[in-house]
């Protein structure tokens, strides 16, 4: 069993919607009060966005719903990271801006150490999935699954 984000690819592979969650633009109130708050996503040009960084290529490309139209913006910065907990851990530092799926921020939103911009922007859906070979999945598996799930519907509460 694996645990993963995004839809799943065309494949043999079962997968188990885990949590709904929704993509955040976020910073620290520091680099806000510094840099300013973006109130479009073209004004992130002007930020230092930090870049979650995969081996063939960085995910700088950031989507947004504009109304009903879709929006990308190239996100650009001083720094890159292949960790998400990186990343994260240098938006609350101050160290710039990044798009995270809202569950994944939820401690640092809640204690005031990252504020979003951006909201009327909807970044997006992300969800986390439990994917595993067969189908049924096994009662051990079905039991670590459904106690995942559980577990992870208490913790990201109703925001999520």
Known sequence: MAIRTGPLPDSGLHAR???NGGRV?????AYWARAGRPTHPADLSSHN??????PDAP??????????APLTVKATGDREASDGGVLREWA????GVILKNRWDVLKELS????????DAFAAGPIDLFAVY???PPSRRVAALVDFIADAL????????
Do not use: I, K, M, N
């Open 49 to 54: 966005c930090l870049v979650l960084a995969r």
């Open 17 to 19: 919607l885990l949590l």
């Open 133 to 135: 070979p067969s189908y």
């Open 59 to 68: 995910l700088s490309t950031w989507r947004f719903l504009d109304g009903e």
């Open 25 to 29: 633009v976020c910073a620290s109130p």
């Open 111 to 118: 204690d005031g150490t990252l504020e979003t911009a951006l």
């Open 153 to 160: 519907t208490s913790a990201a509460g109703p925001q999520a």
């Open 92 to 95: 609350v530092e101050g160290q």
